[in-house]
């Protein structure tokens, strides 16, 4: 269970990413689900976020989790993806492991969870 601190920083985050979801929505952008990453272990935590290794795994999908639900309150479609980060190594192909292609790589597995329909 999240802390207050911690819940108060998903409230935040929430009204930033529903706020980039409805600025992106309304110049046109083709925006259908928001990814936001989960871990099923630390290590893939550490090695994906490195700025935030050793932070509990645990308490950031907790975290996660409730961005998703306040997001889907918002109306904003969201859902958790799982980033295992050998295959993420593999889908980077030498590029940086920057925030940017962090964003894309959620993308890409909204994507391809989509097309597993």
Not at 15 to 34: D, I, L, P, S, W
Request: with cysteine; proline share 3%; aromatic share 10%.
């Amino acid at each position: 269970m999240l802390d207050d601190k911690s819940r108060d920083k998903a409230q935040k985050q929430t009204a930033k990413f529903t706020e980039q979801y409805r600025h992106a929505k309304g110049m046109g952008y083709n925006v259908t689900t928001m990814g936001l990453p989960t871990y099923e272990t630390q290590e893939d935590f550490d090695q994906y976020r490195p700025q935030d290794a050793g932070s509990n795994f645990e308490h950031e999908n907790e975290f996660i989790a409730e961005i998703v639900r306040g997001l889907l309150a918002n109306n904003v479609p969201a859902r958790p993806v799982t980033v295992r980060y050998a295959e993420y190594v593999h889908w980077l192909n030498g590029r940086d492991n920057s925030s940017s292609n962090r964003a894309s790589y959620c993308g890409h597995l909204v994507a391809e969870e989509e097309c597993e329909k």
